[in-house]
């Protein structure tokens, strides 16, 4: 197979991994001043919920009143007052510049009165930690969100008080989010959308969810038309913090009915809630390590239990997605047989178009190393469109990446180059400048050393 450029490969690795901390060598910075300036996205184009209202009520419900660990909560809690943000620490300007648009989105897509003060006590603090700082709390997390803390170093202090505990909250008055600010701009941005979200409605995360942000499968990376549906109804008069779920269910159906009637005409879906060991499974196989036979056994076993559920949807694809992951170094051609099985089901399940771009990533690289650019383009266009309106910049890098070398090997050398200028845009937002600069640095330096030898 052939080999492609050290930044292909960068973007590909980073695509399906954390970006872990890195020593730079001295001539990054050089190349950085070179590098065209980083993208960033405009008007958010969410596409509107398609499922019933009647399976949106259960979700409700579902994110509402239970934890991710299954915990039970005893009552509904939103904030009953407006809403006011402040954002402390040692944020980046991108980082405001995103909360600034998010708070924009939500005032205008959730109708959440929310607006950001800059100082004085705050609803909801933002603090902008190093991802040290938030692995010395909590060693597998990204960023967080906890009750009744406005500072990483009071919830240092309190963690373990019940004042810090999600089950014992009764009503929601002061919430604090930790956000590091020593990752790429993306991070930071999926970062506020999912843990904003969270201080204000939902705590819970579904897998059985195609279409929203509330997964921990992290498909999606801003707020989602459901996303936005799920908060609007969070906020309806109709609901007040204190009722019970016995109580929210009784009037839910008719909030979903007012803010979203298309739903009452969508057919009901059946579907199986997402049982323990499939969930245990899947976080094993995403463990630290890049497939190792742990891992392995652990995504085979997501898979038969998909199978024993009888699923077809999304769940069923992604432990094929992992297997794919897995295997694409070792066994290129198994990788692309299990690939094809996740775009199998996929196809089959609404509301999965993201989830088909990624698998796009894969199959289109295969078909690139065997020179067979051309074939893919169409596929490649698709998921680009896809990747745009997701606003996922570090996937639209690598599709445009990959856009690139598919028109060099059709011959079409000058559009490849714009492309490729275009992918460096993204990749600075999506991946992080200093990754990038070192990527083009380190193939700079091998591309001299290789015509050294071929002279």
Not at 83 to 110: C, F, K
Not at 184 to 203: F, K, M, T, V
Not at 227 to 244: C, H, K, S
Not at 253 to 258: E, N, T
Request: aromatic fraction near 6%; charge should be positive.
């Amino acid at each position: 197979m052939k080999r492609l450029s050290a930044l292909f490969l960068a973007l590909i690795v980073a695509g399906c991994a954390t970006v872990e901390t890195i020593e730079l060598p001295d001539q990054v910075t050089v190349v950085e001043v070179s590098l065209p300036p980083a993208k960033s996205f405009s008007t958010a184009r969410p596409s509107p919920p398609a499922r019933s209202n009647k399976n949106i009520a259960s979700d409700f419900l579902s994110l509402h009143f239970e934890l991710e660990s299954g915990a039970a909560l005893p009552v509904f809690t939103r904030f009953e007052t407006p809403v006011t943000v402040r954002l402390t620490g040692s944020p980046t300007a991108s980082m405001q510049q995103d909360l600034t648009r998010l708070l924009n989105r939500l005032r205008r897509e959730a109708g959440i009165n929310i607006r950001q003060i800059d100082e004085g006590q705050a609803n909801i603090t933002i603090e902008a930690v190093s991802q040290k700082d938030i692995l010395r709390i909590l060693p597998n997390a990204a960023c967080f969100v906890v009750p009744n803390s406005s500072s990483l170093e009071e919830y240092r202090r309190d963690r373990r008080k019940i004042k810090s505990s999600w089950t014992e909250l009764r009503k929601r008055e002061r919430l604090g989010i930790f956000i590091p600010y020593d990752v790429s701009p993306q991070e930071i941005r999926d970062c506020l959308h999912e843990e904003l979200a969270q201080a204000l409605g939902p705590l819970n995360d579904l897998y059985h969810l195609p279409d929203s942000v509330f997964n921990d499968d992290n498909i999606h990376t801003v707020l989602t038309g459901f996303d936005m549906l799920i908060l609007r109804a969070a906020y309806a008069p109709e609901l007040r913090t204190g009722m019970t779920r016995d109580q929210v269910a009784a009037v839910i159906p008719g909030v979903l009915g007012r803010l979203n009637p298309r739903g009452d005409r969508v057919a009901v879906q059946p579907f199986t809630d997402t049982p323990r060991e499939w969930i245990d499974a899947i976080q094993k196989s995403l463990g630290p390590g890049s497939g190792s036979p742990r891992q392995m056994r652990a995504a085979r076993k997501a898979a038969r239990i998909g199978q024993q559920q009888g699923w077809t949807d999304h769940r069923r694809a992604y432990p094929h997605y992992l297997m794919g992951r897995m295997e694409q170094f070792r066994d290129p051609n198994e990788a692309q047989r299990q690939f094809q099985i996740a775009q199998q089901f996929l196809k089959a399940t609404p509301g999965t178009d993201v989830h088909q771009a990624y698998i796009t990533t894969q199959t289109a690289a295969f078909a690139l190393a065997q020179d067979k650019g051309p074939s893919v383009l169409p596929e490649l266009d698709r998921a680009i469109d896809v990747m745009t309106r997701a606003e996922n910049a570090s996937l639209l890098a690598t599709l445009l990446l990959l856009k690139s070398e598919a028109l060099r090997q059709a011959g079409q050398i000058q559009k490849a180059r714009a492309v490729r200028l275009d992918s460096l845009g993204w990749a600075r937002y999506g991946f992080g400048s200093d990754l990038v600069a070192q990527s083009l640095s380190q193939d700079g330096g091998r591309r001299n050393a290789d015509s050294t030898k071929d002279g």
